[in-house]
Structure formats: structure tokens, C-alpha cells
């Protein structure tokens, strides 16, 4: 199944994909009184997922037009931040351990490099990212699955971490490189409002294997900029579910970004920042694609 958020006439509303995936079925059309898709990640039953599920595979049911509804990121207002893993692509690591000079070696980790988003607002597909002028005009990206976390996890172990994962959607890390390294860490230059696009919806575990491996695409303005797949990642998402829960608990609706594989123009770092006109566009197989324009934000704050 795909869920999802959508605005129509000035109202945010959860819904799910119809049979075709050319509608979008309103859970209250359904009789489902969730009023919003992380009500439903934290709360519905197991006969509500039933009835949702057979909602989407009835032929007769057609929703609404997509064209007709603008989609959101299908969780707008986290519960808390977002957590991201760094480098978790071995040949990315290995692209920023050449860009500083060091050896690929260098690159090797032996425990994942985990940092949060904060996110008061994840924006969705077609929203814009904002180019800041004299704040946040070093703009990056990256294409990463972001694994939805079902039920509440405290210490489960990696074969189990299957249980705990309700989907997983597309997110789009998108961060300014000067303020990473004024501040020497990536809090500040990730989590400038619109700097983590998520969407166009989050497909459930149950359409994939247990421990999926997904293809990456993201091109910008047409070209092709990066290209992945999960089976390389360092850490893989079971692994990581696992270690995240170690005395933590990932609440249900937590979402993860995995990591962005290595940009394939890497020896030449000024051509990898995305500038006011440009158009990224992020795919992965088996979820959909999402896509953003860059556009000038003022900002007239005082700033770094």
C-alpha cells in the first residue's frame, strides 16, 4: 500500500493509493478516523490495516484524480527529528575522504556516523528548496530510503528489526556544505526549513522483501548525479534499527534516512551544488520518485 498526505480545497487529509495508482482514496471515505498518516503508523488495529488494504485492491474503488489534489510529504510534522546516517555508502565515503586530500582507507568506519534533521516541516514533492542568499547558498543533495519505524522499538536485534518497520518513502538530504563546516558538524546546515523533502508517499513493508535492497537514481535538471544501491550500504537498515534501539526508543512514525550514494562528478566539488532554476529529481525503484525545484529564499536575518 501507499499512504500518503494530500491538500485539497485548503484541507491537509491522509489517504492511500487506489488499485490503479491514479486516485487517492480519503481514509475517512473509508471510515477510517485517522487524522493524519502517523495517527495510523501509531495507532491503528490490525483489522483497520486489513480493511485499508482491501479498500486499495477493490477495482471498484476510484479515487480521486492525483491530478486533482496536491500531494504532501506524507508525514508533514515529525514526532521528533529525523535521524540520518553519514557516509553510509562506502563509495560516497570514499568520495569525501578523496575531496579532503585523504586516502580511501581513511574512509573505512567502524560504527555509523549518526546525526538528526531538525524538521518542523518536511516538505513533499514539487515544494521548493530554498537557496538562501548570504546564509545557505552552498547547497548539496542526496538521494537516500528512509525507513518508517511501525511500533515502538527498544533494544530488538537485527533479525527482528523487520518487525518494527511500517514502510519506507524517499528522502531527498539536502544540506548547505559552508555552514557544515563553519559550525564543524551538520546539524545547523541540515536542518534549514525545506531541507528534507520526503515523498511522494510511504509504501509499506509488506511489498518488499525483509531486508530490501533498493535502486538510486537522482539527477538534476535531467542529469544524471548519483546512482546506488542499498546492498552497499556500510551499515545495512536491519543493523541500524537494531543499534538506534540500544537503550533508545524509536518511536513508532521515526523516520531514518539510510544514507546517499557518491556523486558520480566527485573530483570536481563545485559542480556539485544545486543553484535557484535548477530541478532534482529523485527515484528509487519500488517506492516512486520525488521532485523539487531550487528557488531563492530571502532571508534577512542576520547570519553567520
Same mark, same amino acid.
Given at each position: ?13 491522509? %489517504?492511500?493509493?487506489?488499485?490503479? =495508482? ?15 498518516? @502517523? ?10 490495516? /486489513? ?18 489534489? &496536491? ?11 529525523? #535521524? ?5 555508502? $562506502? ?7 578523496? @575531496?579532503?586530500?585523504?586516502?580511501? &582507507?581513511?574512509?573505512? *568506519? ?6 538528526? &534533521? ?13 537557496? *538562501?542568499?548570504?546564509?545557505? +547558498? ?5 538521494? +537516500? ?5 511501525? $511500533? ?25 556544505? $559552508?555552514?557544515? &563546516? ?6 545547523? %546546515? ?8 520526503? =515523498?511522494?508517499? #510511504? *509504501? ?21 548525479? /548519483? ?6 550500504l556500510v551499515f545495512g537498515i536491519p543493523f541500524i534499527v537494531s543499534q538506534l534501539s540500544r537503550n533508545m526508543t524509536l518511536k513508532a512514525g521515526t523516520m531514518i534516512s539510510t544514507g546517499s550514494p557518491a ?34 529564499? /530571502? ?6
Amino acid at each position: 500500500m501507499k499512504l500518503l498526505t494530500f491538500l485539497q480545497d485548503g484541507r491537509e487529509q491522509p %489517504g492511500v493509493l487506489d488499485r490503479a =495508482g491514479t486516485g487517492v482514496l480519503p481514509l475517512e471515505s473509508l471510515g477510517l478516523p485517522f487524522e493524519s498518516v @502517523l495517527s495510523l503508523i501509531e495507532t491503528a488495529s490490525h483489522e483497520q490495516m /486489513q480493511l485499508l488494504h482491501q479498500a486499495t485492491q477493490d477495482p471498484a474503488r476510484q479515487g480521486i484524480e492525483l491530478s486533482m489534489v &496536491k500531494l504532501l510529504a506524507p508525514i508533514p510534522y515529525f514526532r521528533r527529528d529525523m #535521524i540520518c546516517i553519514g557516509y553510509n555508502f $562506502r563509495n560516497h565515503a570514499q568520495e569525501i575522504a578523496r @575531496l579532503r586530500g585523504e586516502s580511501d &582507507k581513511s574512509a573505512e *568506519v567502524a560504527n555509523p556516523i549518526y546525526f538528526s &534533521k531538525r524538521t518542523a516541516y518536511s516538505t513533499g514533492p514539487d515544494a521548493p528548496i530554498p537557496f *538562501v542568499p548570504g546564509y545557505a +547558498e552552498n547547497l548539496d543533495c542526496g538521494v +537516500e530510503v528512509a525507513a518508517v519505524i511501525g $511500533r515502538d522499538a527498544l533494544n530488538i536485534t537485527p533479525e527482528a528489526a523487520g518487525d518494527y518497520i511500517f514502510g519506507y518513502t524517499i528522502a531527498n538530504d539536502v544540506c548547505d556544505t $559552508r555552514l557544515n &563546516k563553519a559550525y564543524t558538524q551538520p546539524f545547523l %546546515g541540515k536542518s534549514v526549513d525545506g531541507y528534507m523533502p520526503t =515523498g511522494p508517499w #510511504i *509504501v509499506t513493508a509488506d511489498e518488499f522483501a525483509r531486508e530490501p535492497y533498493f535502486d538510486l537514481r537522482l539527477t538534476v535538471n535531467g542529469t544524471l548525479r /548519483q546512482t546506488g544501491n542499498t546492498r552497499d550500504l556500510v551499515f545495512g537498515i536491519p543493523f541500524i534499527v537494531s543499534q538506534l534501539s540500544r537503550n533508545m526508543t524509536l518511536k513508532a512514525g521515526t523516520m531514518i534516512s539510510t544514507g546517499s550514494p557518491a556523486n558520480l562528478d566527485a573530483g570536481h566539488p563545485d559542480k556539485l551544488y544545486i543553484h535557484p532554476g535548477d530541478v532534482i529529481r529523485c527515484e528509487i525503484a519500488g517506492i516512486g520518485s520525488l521532485t523539487n525545484p531550487v528557488e531563492v529564499r /530571502q532571508d534577512r536575518e542576520e547570519r553567520l
